[in-house]
């Protein structure tokens, strides 16, 4: 079936970098944007951007600008996003989620299952 | 920047009929999108383009708009139902997405 499988929790410190991994199983990867979405504890829903995996084009939300970077690996069906400079704020759960093909407004029909990044020192 | 605006909260008894709001100045050009979320787990979309009800989603779910104005309904609300619920949209050129802020739906 359509799956995105992402990587598991991580801890880093503030000041370092943290990469997630989301694996597309199930349809043609390079077919469907990827985006990426996070949720601090207790928040709501934050879009930080896109990829459209057969490209390789991005577009950040305007705050994340500088500090996120959003790459894939086709040959393995897998999107990454690269978040640097952490600080305590960035503790969330980070889910990546395909892109509905030709929507007029995007918006996502799969979601990975999500990883908790915890920024501690 | 773009706004979508939700009740924190709305409560009903079971049975009932729920009546979640999200208003936003990209309505109507842009559409909207709702996401049903429960604890410890992803979202699950639950309307598209408005009104259309992904294969799988009761029929008690429905979406409308009107202006400025968009409204997730879920009708004979069952236990169930309860979760949080976004809506989804985008800037006037599509390539900003934003997210309301979420409402709690609590079946009393």
């Known amino acids: 079936q359509v799956q995105l499988v992402q990587s598991g929790a991580e801890v880093r410190k503030p000041g370092a970098s943290m990469k997630v991994s989301c694996e597309a199983s199930g349809y043609t990867f390079t077919s469907f944007d990827i985006n990426w979405v996070r949720q601090a504890p207790g928040q709501g829903l934050e879009w930080m951007g896109w990829?459209?995996?057969?490209?390789?084009?991005?577009g950040y939300a305007q705050k994340f600008q500088g500090r996120v970077t959003m790459t894939r690996k086709t040959s393995i069906s897998t999107a990454y996003m690269e978040l640097s400079s952490l600080t305590y704020d960035d503790t969330a759960v980070y889910y990546c989620a395909r892109g509905i093909v030709g929507a007029s407004t995007p918006a996502f029909d799969i979601w990975g299952q999500g990883t908790m990044i915890t920024i501690s020192s | 920047s773009y706004e979508l605006t939700q009740p924190p909260s709305v409560s009903v008894s079971p049975g009932q009929t729920a009546r979640i709001t999200c208003s936003g100045d990209?309505?109507?050009?842009?559409?909207a999108y709702w996401y049903q979320q429960k604890p410890g787990q992803a979202p699950v979309m639950v309307i598209y383009?408005?009104?259309g009800r992904p294969s799988g989603i009761p029929e008690r779910l429905s979406g409308s708009s009107s202006g400025t104005k968009v409204t997730l309904t879920i009708s004979g609300v069952q236990a169930e139902d309860e979760a949080d619920y976004y809506c989804?949209?985008?800037?006037?050129?599509?390539?900003?997405?934003?997210f309301g802020g979420g409402t709690k739906l609590t079946v009393l």
């Open positions: 990829m459209n995996p057969n490209s390789g084009n991005t």
């Open positions: 383009r408005d009104s």
């Open positions: 989804q949209s985008a800037d006037s050129s599509g390539s900003y997405v934003v």
């Open positions: 990209v309505f109507p050009k842009q559409y």
